[in-house]
């Protein structure tokens, strides 16, 4: 049973982390295109769609099961384990933000230039990048 959920939550994690991805740069897109056009009202639907359907269900799978693994395993008492936690907190401070963001959109109330929606475009991939590195080192 253990390994059968830790590739659920390996499969959870992509699907959340290809979310985390692409939502950003569809940000970029969007902030260029104009309001109330047929291409700004598409891209409200691609990121409603995205966070609703595809990356708030895979965080919640990917936090129930890896807490779940966390206590089977017992990681949780281990030193890379607590910095492991704390960015995939701050990862899910950014899914709050990205899904704040989409709202803002949803509005046509987005106050950023394209230029902000591409320089954090790389805040998950270093959370992203970091995180996996604990997880497979596990460095004492």
Do not use: C
Request: hydrophobic share 60%.
């Amino acid at each position: 049973m253990y390994l059968t959920l830790k590739a659920l939550h390996i499969i959870a994690v992509i699907s959340w982390m290809a979310g985390m991805l692409y939502l950003p740069r569809l940000f970029v897109y969007h902030a260029a295109a104009a309001r109330g056009s047929e291409q700004s009202e598409t891209f409200k639907v691609m990121e409603r769609r995205l966070l609703r359907f595809i990356m708030t269900p895979a965080m919640i799978v990917t936090w129930v099961v890896g807490l779940w693994l966390v206590w089977e395993s017992g990681a949780y008492a281990a030193g890379w384990f607590h910095v492991k936690f704390a960015l995939v907190l701050g990862m899910s401070a950014m899914h709050g933000k990205l899904a704040a963001w989409t709202a803002e959109f949803g509005r046509d109330a987005n106050p950023r230039p394209a230029k902000f929606y591409r320089m954090i475009n790389e805040v998950p991939t270093v959370l992203m990048v970091v995180i996996v590195l604990l997880a497979v080192i596990k460095p004492s």
